[in-house]
């Protein structure tokens, strides 16, 4: 990996949870061009099957093995799975972890954390020394193939985005601009607090609103 220009580098990217958010990012970094190992789902042939999908450089791997040679991990998982993820895992200590993952509670209808910390902060303090960023989170799995197959359109929809550690954001801002949306840096991992609870208004508007999950976010800057 490239220190000059990380947005062109390929990156070895470990997958934690292979599911709706991991499988969809997984396969798009992939066909980026970066090299991914799927891993965390609760069977093998599944994390087989995406690997050979993803027709990149991509295959399957248990949580350790996706871990241990990576630059970046995603974490995409329940939050009541995250000590089981993390433990498989192992060290993640300089990696750039990009959190998707929500504190939801078991049911998936409240956050279990919020006001005073967010769930990306929690991550954060179970791994101090890795690059933690909260990024993807705040759309849904159903918009992310949309986005990327319209990659090369103006008006790409935005992705707000948050850590502590300058580096690891810049990483992730290539990343997501290779998903096919336009970063929009909110600040630091504190800022979560927020971006979390916003994603629960884009669950509502995909989920429980009319028009179907296929949604995005555009901010738009007016004046000078
Ligand atoms: N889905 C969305 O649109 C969305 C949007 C924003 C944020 N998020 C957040 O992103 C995170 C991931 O969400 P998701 O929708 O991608 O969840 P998901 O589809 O349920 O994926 C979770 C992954 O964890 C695996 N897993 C669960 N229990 C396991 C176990 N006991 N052993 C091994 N693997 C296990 C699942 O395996 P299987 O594949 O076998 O089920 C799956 O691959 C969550 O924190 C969620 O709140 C989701």
């Given at each position: 990996?490239?220190?000059?220009?990380?947005?062109?580098?390929?990156?070895?990217?470990?997958?934690?949870?292979?599911?709706?958010?991991?499988?969809?990012?997984?396969?798009?970094?992939?066909?980026?061009?970066?090299?991914?190992?799927?891993?965390?789902?609760?069977?093998?042939?599944?994390?087989?099957?995406?690997?050979?999908?993803?027709?990149?450089?991509?295959?399957?791997?248990?949580?350790?093995?996706?871990?241990?040679?990576?630059?970046?991990?995603?974490?995409?998982?329940?939050?009541?799975r995250?000590d089981e993820v993390l433990k498989e895992?192992?060290?993640?200590?300089?990696?750039?972890?990009?959190?998707?993952?929500?504190?939801?509670?078991?049911?998936?209808?409240?956050?279990?954390?919020?006001?005073?910390?967010?769930?990306?902060?929690?991550?954060?303090?179970?791994?101090?020394?890795?690059?933690?960023?909260?990024?993807?989170?705040?759309?849904?799995?159903?918009?992310?193939?949309?986005?990327?197959?319209?990659?090369?359109?103006?008006?790409?929809?935005?992705?707000?985005?948050?850590?502590?550690?300058?580096?690891?954001?810049?990483?992730?801002?290539?990343?997501?601009?290779?998903?096919?949306?336009?970063?929009?840096?909110?600040?630091?991992?504190?800022?979560?607090?927020?971006?979390?609870?916003?994603?629960?208004?884009?669950?509502?508007?995909?989920?429980?609103?009319?028009?179907?999950?296929?949604?995005?976010?555009?901010?738009?800057?007016?004046?000078?």
């Open positions: 990996m490239s220190e000059a220009s990380p947005w062109e580098s390929t990156m070895r990217i470990g997958i934690l949870g292979s599911g709706l958010m991991g499988g969809k990012l997984g396969t798009i970094f992939a066909r980026a061009g970066h090299e991914v190992v799927f891993s965390y789902a609760r069977s093998e042939k599944k994390l087989e099957k995406l690997a050979r999908d993803a027709k990149g450089k991509a295959r399957s791997g248990t949580p350790g093995e996706a871990a241990q040679n990576a630059d970046a991990v995603l974490l995409a998982v329940h939050w009541l995250f895992a192992g060290n993640l200590s300089g990696k750039l972890v990009v959190t998707c993952s929500m504190p939801m509670n078991e049911d998936n209808t409240e956050l279990v954390v919020a006001d005073t910390s967010s769930g990306a902060e929690e991550l954060a303090k179970r791994i101090p020394k890795a690059r933690v960023v909260a990024a993807f989170g705040t759309v849904p799995s159903e918009v992310l193939f949309g986005v990327y197959e319209a990659k090369r359109k103006a008006n790409r929809p935005s992705l707000v985005y948050c850590g502590d550690d300058r580096r690891g954001k810049d990483l992730a801002a290539g990343l997501i601009r290779d998903v096919g949306f336009d970063p929009v840096d909110a600040g630091l991992l504190r800022i979560a607090r927020f971006t979390e609870p916003f994603t629960m208004l884009v669950a509502q508007l995909a989920y429980e609103r009319t028009g179907g999950p296929e949604l995005a976010y555009r901010f738009e800057r007016f004046g000078k």
